[in-house]
């Protein structure tokens, strides 16, 4: 390529000349060799001979999955006794962790007083998934994902979730302004335990 010279052509349409200037020789090799490539990867995975950016995606999230479900089943989450729940529901400390969880999390679909909102009210008789304190307990850790409540065994600690559970076991009966209408069966509340002195 040195030696060759810019010259001009034959053509010309009214008076203007053409120049044979053409590419260096190293840019016309990387253009062959993008359009080998790109025939080749058409062929590859065009055609599904080769794994695809979103397969492999699909593979890596299924292995994360089975680890997060292997971690789960090594660390079930251990339900407290229904004795210590109700213990718990007349503890100063687990009361006041429990409502301090439940204004930042619960209060946005139960409400800050739980009359409910978007959820149910949680201070009547009334439960659509069990108003005892285990199943209460149960329903926090599990969630309803069908009706749009996470759940938050995984992301609370254990102390937490207890902590939670006791509060509202201990709002029973509150009768909030704004209540929401009773859903659901009524319940028979479990007695609490009398405070310590």
């Given at each position: 390529m040195a030696e060759f010279k810019d010259k001009l052509l034959d053509h010309d349409s009214d008076g203007i000349r053409e120049y044979d200037n053409p590419f260096p020789e190293w840019f016309m090799w990387l253009l062959y060799g993008t359009i080998i490539f790109a025939i080749f990867?058409?062929?590859?995975?065009?055609?599904?001979y080769g794994s695809s950016i979103q397969s492999g995606y699909q593979a890596e999230l299924l292995t994360d999955y089975k680890a997060i479900q292997d971690y789960y089943v090594a660390n079930p989450v251990v339900p407290p006794t229904t004795s210590e729940l109700l213990a718990a529901a007349v503890d100063e400390k687990a009361l006041a962790l429990g409502k301090d969880q439940f204004i930042k999390t619960c209060a946005a679909c139960h409400g800050d007083q739980a009359q409910g909102l978007i959820g149910p009210n949680l201070t009547d008789p009334f439960w659509i998934h069990g108003g005892e304190v285990a199943q209460i307990w149960t329903t926090i850790t599990k969630g309803v994902p069908a009706k749009g409540m996470p759940p938050w065994g995984r992301a609370f600690k254990p102390e937490v979730i207890t902590g939670l559970a006791a509060y509202v076991r201990s709002i029973q009966?509150?009768?909030?302004p704004n209540a929401r209408a009773p859903q659901g069966t009524p319940v028979t509340m479990e007695k609490l335990p009398e405070k310590a002195p």
């Open positions: 990867y058409i062929f590859y995975y065009g055609f599904n009966g509150t009768n909030p």
